[in-house]
């Protein structure tokens, strides 16, 4: 379970990126975050894995209060919790599986993931991954000969073969076409039902959003304005959610 209690980010240029956070979210979530850019949805999304550190409140997983982790115990914390992002921080010049198998051992040197200094575990580990978004017929191909939808899959499936409890995705769908980021959402969707991970995705899509997740969190201003189930989510709210703060 991810619970914040009053949590606040405010980063150093004064800029108040989170402001008095409360919610838990429950192991096997399906939740959608939604705001105007600059609302404070990345911001969100980065505290849980800790590429942002909160300001004040607290920040409790699993019952540890994570901002108190450092070195070793906050590497082992980041791979409980996967981190997809818009871009989706692949290799390019290397084939498929060497970029997955490539986070089963972080602290690989780049010439070792070149020469493929695997075991038999990771390469399996990989392969299973790939087949969970439908990649395995694209294990051995160069990774830049993929499309951008294939790419995100397999930056999905680089991040599943950590077998993180977390799947945070910022934005993960936003370059892709209608077509391929249903693909894509599919997968996130399959993963969630089939392997109870909980899912957190920052998407621009309303409609997107509001189709695949069953909770939706709304942010303004780095306020939580909407928490609740899709079927919640009325004119109103998007209006709310989608509406200047006065203080702008
Ligand atoms: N490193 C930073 N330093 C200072 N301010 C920042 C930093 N990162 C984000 N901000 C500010 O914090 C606020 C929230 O930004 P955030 O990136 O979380 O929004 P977002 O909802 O994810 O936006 P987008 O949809 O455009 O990605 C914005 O005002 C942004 O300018």
């Known amino acids: 379970m991810i619970k ?20 838990e979210i429950q192991d096997g979530e399906f939740i959608g975050i939604i705001g105007m850019s600059g609302a404070g949805k990345s911001t969100f999304i980065r505290t849980i894995n800790r590429l942002n550190d ?14 108190s982790l450092k070195g070793k115990a906050l590497r082992r914390y980041r791979r409980k919790v996967g981190m997809i ?37 990771d390469k399996i580990k990989a392969l299973e991954s790939l087949d969970r978004v439908s990649m395995l017929d694209k294990a051995f191909i160069r990774t830049d000969q993929l499309s951008g939808g294939q790419q995100q899959r397999v930056s999905l499936a680089r991040t599943l073969a950590q077998n993180p ?27 969630n039902e089939e392997l109870g991970q909980t899912v957190l995705i920052n998407i621009h899509h309303v409609d997107l959003a509001l189709e695949y ?6 942010i303004r201003s780095g306020k939580i304005v909407y928490d609740g189930p899709v079927a919640g989510i009325t004119q109103d709210v998007l ?5 200047k703060d006065e203080a702008e």
């Open 213 to 218: 997740s069953k909770r939706i969190i709304g």
């Open 85 to 121: 992002f818009q871009s989706y921080n692949l290799v390019p010049r290397i084939s498929v599986i060497k970029n997955v198998m490539s986070s089963l051992v972080p602290d690989m040197s780049f010439g070792r993931v070149l020469f493929g200094a695997f075991s038999k575990e």
């Open 4 to 23: 914040f209690e009053h949590v606040s980010k405010t980063y150093p240029n004064g800029v108040k990126g989170l402001q008095d956070i409360n919610l």
């Open 54 to 67: 909160i300001t004040e409140g607290q920040l409790v997983v699993d019952g540890i209060e994570i901002s």
């Open 165 to 191: 409890k977390v799947l945070l995705a910022d934005e993960p769908v936003a370059a892709l076409d209608p077509v391929t980021a249903h693909e894509v959402m599919d997968d996130f969707k399959r993963i």
């Open 239 to 243: 209006d709310l959610i989608y509406s």
